[in-house]
């Protein structure tokens, strides 16, 4: 299989890569600096670096049978990178320039949609209209843009996938997807949760492989909440060990002010001695 990829530099795009030339696929990797792409991979007989931006995106699927568009970052202002990466592969599709194109993979997030609703008060109230408004905001653009172009053009199905916080390249192997229909809430969708960027490029890859969830959306979470969530004892040992986490400054706190209390007060009484 020939795989185009938006995005091949980042922290989503390379470990989809590593994944996909250790088994055989060929990788077209849009880049636009050559420099921050890892030298193994691109001395690898199965990647092809397509230097430039966005508006080479014809080029980059012109022989392709599958996308991965995963170009979403934060912004605290107006950004249409993930949008617009979808619309130059939906005009190439419509220009007859992807006649292999079959698959479309889209990174989204949890925060995109109805799945907002299940975030706790502060990431829904602050972080979500505060901060990230505008990239939660492209991520929508870009998934309604996508399933446009899989309504208008039949042949060409996709995938979005919706991941929680992401943070070490190292695969720990805890994950697992949950399908969700375009407006369900997941119950499971948390700001606490984390999955890794080594478990969740090879897991994308896996799902194109095995041709599951087209014209789906992937809830993408850790297997270590799934259980939490249907075990009581691990769902009453998560309370405690958060808990524990959330109120620990102020114990800490009003144990020293305690104990400088009864310090000062031990002071006194020993000066009126």
Same mark, same amino acid.
């Given at each position: 299989?020939?795989?185009? !990829?938006?995005?091949?530099?980042?922290?989503t795009g390379i470990?989809?890569?590593?994944?996909?030339?250790?088994?055989?696929?060929?990788?077209?990797?849009?880049?636009?600096?050559?420099?921050?792409?890892?030298?193994?991979?691109?001395?690898?007989?199965? #990647?092809?670096?397509?230097?430039?931006?966005?508006?080479?995106?014809?080029?980059?699927?012109?022989?392709?049978?599958? =996308?991965?568009?995963?170009?979403?970052?934060?912004?605290?202002?107006?950004?249409?990178?993930?949008?617009?990466?979808?619309?130059? #592969?939906?005009?190439?599709?419509?220009?007859?320039?992807?006649?292999?194109?079959?698959?479309?993979?889209? #990174?989204?997030?949890?925060?995109?949609?109805?799945?907002?609703?299940?975030?706790?008060? =502060?990431?829904?109230?602050?972080?979500?209209?505060? #901060?990230?408004?505008?990239?939660?905001?492209?991520?929508?653009?870009?998934?309604?843009?996508?399933?446009?172009?899989?309504?208008?053009?039949?042949?060409?199905?996709? !995938?979005?996938f919706r991941p929680?916080?992401?943070?070490?390249?190292?695969?720990?192997?805890?994950?697992?997807?949950?399908?969700?229909?375009?407006?369900?809430?997941?119950?499971?969708?948390?700001?606490?949760?984390?999955?890794?960027?080594?478990?969740?490029?090879?897991?994308?890859?896996?799902?194109?492989?095995?041709?599951?969830?087209?014209?789906?959306?992937?809830? =993408?979470?850790?297997?270590?909440?799934?259980?939490?969530?249907?075990?009581?004892?691990?769902?009453?040992?998560?309370?405690?060990?958060?808990?524990?986490?959330?109120?620990?400054?102020?114990?800490?706190?009003?144990?020293?002010?305690?104990?400088?209390?009864?310090?000062?007060?031990?002071?006194?009484?020993?000066?009126?001695?």
């Amino acid at each position: 299989m020939k795989i185009a !990829v938006i995005g091949a530099t980042g922290r989503t795009g390379i470990p989809f890569i590593r994944a996909a030339v250790a088994n055989g696929h060929q990788v077209n990797a849009l880049v636009r600096n050559a420099t921050r792409f890892p030298v193994d991979l691109a001395a690898h007989a199965n #990647v092809t670096l397509v230097i430039g931006d966005i508006g080479s995106t014809a080029l980059l699927v012109t022989d392709s049978d599958a =996308v991965l568009i995963a170009v979403a970052a934060p912004d605290v202002g107006p950004t249409t990178v993930a949008t617009d990466a979808v619309k130059a #592969v939906a005009a190439a599709v419509a220009q007859g320039g992807a006649p292999r194109l079959s698959t479309v993979l889209l #990174v989204s997030s949890d925060g995109v949609g109805s799945n907002i609703s299940k975030h706790p008060f =502060v990431y829904r109230n602050i972080i979500h209209p505060y #901060v990230l408004f505008y990239t939660y905001q492209d991520l929508e653009n870009a998934e309604i843009e996508l399933r446009l172009l899989s309504e208008s053009h039949p042949s060409v199905q996709h !995938v979005i996938f919706r991941p929680p916080q992401i943070f070490s390249m190292d695969p720990v192997r805890d994950i697992f997807v949950l399908e969700t229909g375009q407006d369900d809430v997941a119950e499971i969708a948390s700001f606490s949760n984390q999955i890794t960027y080594g478990d969740f490029g090879p897991l994308i890859l896996t799902t194109l492989e095995a041709g599951t969830f087209l014209n789906k959306n992937l809830l =993408v979470n850790s297997k270590t909440k799934l259980a939490e969530l249907f075990d009581p004892r691990g769902a009453a040992k998560a309370a405690v060990t958060q808990a524990a986490a959330r109120y620990a400054p102020r114990i800490l706190l009003s144990t020293a002010i305690a104990v400088a209390l009864v310090a000062i007060v031990a002071i006194q009484v020993r000066r009126r001695l």
